[in-house]
């Protein structure tokens, strides 16, 4: 009996170290210096995502409404000009 609760003891009191140890490790997890930083390095994160998604969306449409339209030679309408006289052309 006295074994066991010399072994127990030892048992018990590894796990306490083991759970204050997991309780100190959550606390220091939880600074409110550590949690800022990292608030702030998400929100620039999510502030750069937005922004190329924005580009990208801006892009799609720009090409949707502007892009360039095949033309082929019956749409193509040469303006007629008027014919020279002689001595406009500067002839002879």
């Given amino acids: 009996m006295k074994e066991y609760n010399l072994g127990f003891k030892d048992l018990v009191s590894s796990l306490r170290r083991a759970e204050e ?3 100190a490790d959550i606390e220091q997890a939880y600074f409110p210096d550590i949690m800022e930083r990292e608030l702030k390095i998400r929100a620039e994160i999510d502030r750069q995502i937005e922004k ?4 990208l969306v801006m892009t799609k449409e720009y090409k949707r409404l502007y892009c360039a339209k095949s033309v082929n030679e019956k749409q193509i309408v ?3 000009l008027p014919a020279l006289s002689s001595a406009e052309s500067g002839g002879s």
């Avoid at 190329?52 to 580009?55: I, V």
């Fill in 52 to 55: 190329a998604l924005k580009r």
């Fill in 21 to 23: 140890q997991k309780l």
């Fill in 78 to 80: 040469a303006p007629k």
